[in-house]
């Protein structure tokens, strides 16, 4: 942890507790901007709820996320309803369960994401139903938006398409890019390459790496398929029963033994339980 | 997902005997009281007698009906869902028809009266048959876009014909200074009642809304002062055509008839309130396909689809909501106004659950979200009935018939296409 005011994201002594069950126990971690950082840990482990933390679904029980936001200085994220730290904060999520908007079309989906911009052009929809030249060039700002996106994640060709009827990798796709319609400083991506094919995930690592390197966006990444996470991440979180047990490089994370233990030793983690337990 | 699994979850035989076993169990408790004793009359005296077979008759068939409603349910259900799930798989096809039927349909509703002239009840028919189309283009926005359910709409319907009968007969407004006042205290009662059920959903949302426009019911009966109470209001000024009344020529200022050398008939009124309402359904309909590509369009359907996704992409889906309430009732509310200008009277009873239901029933069976749609079943829901009354008692029951017919045979309503509000130039749909 070095210089706290380089970090993007500041999450201090998190701790989420449902009843007697304490999904994130104390967790502090810096997210820096511009770089991927993944957040990996066994089923359970804590990570969604995580996530939901640091969007505002859910209120975090003890602790802070502070959002160091370049034109909105300090936003403490925990505070936040979960609009507005999309709107305000710029930390977009997407959902490990795919949540898209099935009976809309991809570009629909798309332009819904950038609902906030279109609705002040629209000066709640009155320029909007006048069809005045300040909506028009936002509404085709909106669009021109959305096509990069798509022919960026090359789903152009479906644009038209209801998102419902479209196969699960490509329906990943559609709900990263919509999430990046909301021009998000911090991306966080639940699971992006579960259900994808090995093509598919390789693409996936490409996009990640262009979205931090040449849009420089922060990336947060919960996932399972270390294929993407060792190649891509530049920081790794270890995350088992809500305790951080490592943190550091791809290269020191595969070699922690807590780590290693914690992915292998299946009997070990139940013993660890019990012993929390009591 | 998990409401997908829960649906096609297969119920086991033994959770369906427990479940029968319970309605036997209620059968038996109210049974008891109601069939299984009953007074005798003994010469004067009353004796309570039992009859224990009755009783056993009873409890057998609600305890084997149950099993086998059950199972047809769960037929019905299953093939439902295969169904959905093809129909959600077919790719959309360009309906060109659709449009030019919709241009004819519009044509015929700009001559129906010129037409039916010597016919007052075709285009008294033809009137109400556009006060459901506005109304139900009205609770499509609430219901259809937004996917609020909303049991309650009639209410607003009553705030608008309310707000016209009393500003008319207390200060003299007119039709035309009303419709707006009229429109815009039906929003606010929208957001009132948006407000407290915002974070309702489904069947939930459904009950408070029942319960608003029964509460507006209740207080328009028993308020006398305010509203006269169960006896409405009477006398309500009519329409005027731009200043000329719809009178017999009399010697106090020109009248529609003497103003164009016509001669005075009771037709011409008939003939404007029609075209009248014509006129607003149609600034409705221009109004909603309108709000449609606007952002608050898009919004609402995007809210109706997935309210969490909703908030991670920044929207405040509180103001979403509310805005398809205040919008909705708004439209309910002129809608009102019109029919109090109509009749001339006004009471509570125009404006009960069934009414509701009605609407709801357009939206439902014109396909949810489909403009066109609530057209057709709003002129089938009100020439059916019109057209059984040589059925006398019996009209509702066809009328019922017909409307599970059309339901079985179009699940998603007449009309379940859904056209995309927004699409990218030069890419196949
Ligand atoms: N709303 C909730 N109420 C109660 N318990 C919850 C809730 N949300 C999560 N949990 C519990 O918190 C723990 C962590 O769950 P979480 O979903 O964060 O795991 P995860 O690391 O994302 O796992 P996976 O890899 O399977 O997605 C689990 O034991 C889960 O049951
Ligand atoms: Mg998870």
Redesign the pocket.
């Known amino acids: 942890m070095s210089n706290q005011q380089s970090h993007l994201l500041e999450v201090k002594n998190l701790t989420?507790r449902?009843?007697g069950?304490t999904?994130?126990n104390d967790l502090s971690l810096g997210i820096e901007g511009g770089k991927i950082t993944s957040i990996i840990?066994?089923?359970?482990?804590?990570?969604?709820?995580?996530?939901?933390c640091l969007t505002g679904f859910?209120k975090p029980t003890t602790g802070s996320v502070q959002m160091n936001h370049p034109e909105h200085g300090a936003l403490l994220l925990e505070k936040m309803p979960s609009h507005l730290v999309a709107r305000k904060a710029s930390v977009v999520r997407t959902f490990?369960n795919i949540r898209l908007f099935p009976n809309m079309t991809v570009l629909e989906n798309l332009i819904v994401a950038q609902h906030n911009a279109l609705q002040k052009a629209s000066h709640f929809s009155l320029a909007g139903l006048l069809g005045l030249a300040s909506y028009r060039q936002a509404s085709e700002a909106a669009m021109e938006k959305a096509e990069m996106w798509l022919t960026r994640l090359k789903l152009r060709d479906i644009a038209n398409m209801p998102t419902g009827n479209l196969s699960y990798g490509t329906q990943r796709r559609v709900e990263i890019a919509r999430a990046l319609c909301v021009d998000p400083l911090l991306i966080c991506l639940?699971?992006p390459a579960a259900g994808l094919n090995p093509r598919e995930s390789a693409e996936l690592n490409d996009l990640l790496l262009y979205l931090t390197r040449e849009h420089h966006k922060g990336v947060m990444l919960?996932e399972?398929d270390m294929n993407v996470v060792m190649k891509v991440s530049d920081h790794i979180c270890v995350?088992n029963f809500?305790n951080k047990i490592a943190e550091g490089t791809p290269e020191q994370i595969q070699n922690n033994p807590e780590v290693i233990k914690a992915y292998l030793g299946e009997e070990e983690i139940e013993d660890t339980t019990e012993e929390e337990a009591a | 997902m998990t409401t997908f699994q829960a649906r096609t979850h297969t119920v086991t035989l033994t959770e369906r005997l427990k479940d029968a076993t319970n309605v036997a169990l209620i059968a038996i408790l109210l049974g008891i009281p109601m069939i299984g004793l009953h007074t005798v009359d003994a010469g004067g005296k009353l004796m309570v007698a039992t009859r224990w077979p009755w009783l056993l008759a009873f409890v057998a068939t609600m305890f084997f009906g149950r099993l086998a409603l059950q199972f047809a349910i769960d037929q019905f259900k299953l093939k439902r869902l295969t169904r959905q799930r093809t129909r959600t798989l077919e790719v959309a096809t360009p309906r060109p028809w659709l449009k030019w039927l919709g241009y004819g349909l519009l044509g015929f509703s700009l001559v129906l009266p010129i037409a039916f002239s010597d016919n007052r009840y075709v285009v008294d028919t033809a009137t109400t048959v556009l006060i459901y189309v506005m109304l139900g283009w009205g609770l499509n926005v609430v219901v259809g876009l937004a996917g609020l359910l909303d049991l309650g709409y009639v209410a607003f319907y009553a705030v608008g014909a309310y707000s016209y009968a009393l500003l008319s007969t207390q200060f003299g407004w007119n039709f035309w200074e009303t419709l707006p006042v009229a429109g815009a205290l039906a929003a606010l009662f929208g957001i009132l009642l948006g407000w407290p059920t915002l974070r309702l959903r489904g069947d939930y949302l459904a009950i408070v809304t029942l319960g608003f426009g029964e509460i507006i019911r209740v207080i328009l009966i028993n308020w006398t002062e305010f509203s006269g109470g169960p006896n409405g209001i009477g006398s309500i000024e009519r329409p005027s055509f731009f200043g000329l009344p719809f009178k017999p020529d009399s010697d106090d200022g020109a009248t529609f008839a003497s103003f164009f050398g016509l001669e005075y008939a009771s037709e011409h009124r008939v003939i404007f309130l029609y075209y009248l309402i014509l006129v607003l359904a149609l600034l409705t309909n221009l109004f909603i396909a309108r709000l449609r590509k606007l952002p608050v369009g898009l919004a609402w359907e995007a809210v109706r689809e997935d309210e969490v996704a909703c908030k991670a992409l920044g929207m405040n889906v509180t103001n979403v909501k509310l805005s398809a309430f205040a919008i909705g009732a708004m439209l309910g509310g002129f809608a009102g106004v019109f029919f109090a200008a109509r009749q001339g009277f006004i009471s509570p009873e125009s404006f009960v659950f069934s009414e509701s239901a009605t609407i709801l029933a357009i939206v439902v069976l014109g396909g949810m979200g489909s403009q066109f749609g609530v057209v057709i079943a709003a002129s089938l829901l009100v020439i059916l009935p019109e057209l059984g009354r040589d059925f006398s008692e019996y009209r509702m029951l066809l009328f019922g018939a017909a409307m599970i017919l059309i339901m079985v045979w179009k699940p998603g309503g007449l009309i379940s296409r859904r056209e995309p509000s927004k699409v990218l130039a030069g890419v196949e749909k």
């Open positions: 989420m449902f009843g069950l999904a994130i840990g066994p089923n359970g482990a804590g990570k969604t709820t995580f996530f939901n859910y490990q639940d699971e919960i399972h995350l809500g």
